[in-house]
């Protein structure tokens, strides 16, 4: 590996780790909108971000947030410098991570990853994998004529930001259901919902989306309902949730799409 000439824990999200993970996860793939929209907390004072510089470059950096249930972080946007891949560096950025979780007092620490390879040598295991759900109306269905209520998310001053994917989200109201849907290059994503999986559908209806996709946990019930109602569910294997625990007695919730890092 080549030489890192400095390794630093920092409150917050620095302009080198924001410019590095802004291209990492944006520019490169084609997406985002703005630093700001999509990681709106990243100057929160729990934050933390490991840096790896060389001569004052930033080659190398992963975020670390605390998760909604207490002692746990959740770690994101971990990246390495195109020039500087295959190198050593993200074993390296890790082990930096693993001791900022155990420093802050976290007792176990979350990740979501679709190359789970990359993290079990930094003593990650995974615990479940998600699964990816393309949602159609029936042909036959008409479109639901309920009136909905509809407003942007989200909300200025909250802790949650558009998902990388996304460009735009928002919220469809009913008095039966609520559905906060992002709008990305795949259409609608489902990100959080109340109510029954049929109200909520039909909220989805009435905003004019006859097709969107959700993120489910392997035992939620969601998808089968939807499909017992006469709608169309295409499932394919999502992203694999890994955890590393400081405790191994300790058990941790899942984080629901929504509030994840």
């Known amino acids: 590996m080549s ?121 990650y295991a995974i615990v479940s994998r998600d699964r990816f759900v393309l949602v159609r109306s029936p042909a036959s269905r008409a479109v639901d004529q309920e009136s909905i209520l509809v407003q942007n998310w989200p909300d200025a001053g909250v802790a949650n930001g558009l998902p990388a994917f996304a460009t735009s989200a928002s919220r469809y109201s009913s008095d039966r259901a609520m559905a906060v849907c992002a709008r990305g290059m795949r259409g609608i994503t489902l990100l959080d919902w109340e109510g029954k999986p049929g109200d909520v559908a039909a909220v989805l209806s009435a905003a004019g989306h006859a097709e969107w996709s959700v993120n489910l946990t392997a035992a939620d019930p969601f998808a089968a309902e939807l499909s017992s109602r006469g709608y169309i569910a295409v499932e394919s294997p999502g992203a694999f949730t890994m955890v590393r625990c400081q405790d191994a007695n300790f058990i941790p919730h899942n984080v629901s799409q929504i509030d994840r890092i």
């Open 3 to 123: 030489a890192v000439s400095s390794l630093q824990i920092e409150q917050g999200v620095s302009s080198g780790a924001r410019d590095l993970i802004w291209q990492s996860f944006f520019v490169d793939a084609g997406r985002g909108t703005t630093f700001e929209r999509h990681l709106p907390w990243y100057r929160n004072v729990n934050v933390r971000t490991a840096v790896l510089l060389d001569d004052g470059k930033v080659i190398a950096t992963a975020v670390m947030r605390p998760a909604p249930q207490a002692g746990i972080a959740m770690i994101g946007y971990v990246c390495v410098d195109r020039s500087r891949r295959g190198q050593g560096i993200g074993r390296t950025l890790m082990e930096a991570m693993n001791n900022a979780v155990g420093e802050q007092g976290f007792l176990a620490a979350l990740l979501w990853t679709t190359k789970p390879e990359v993290y079990t040598g930094s003593g």
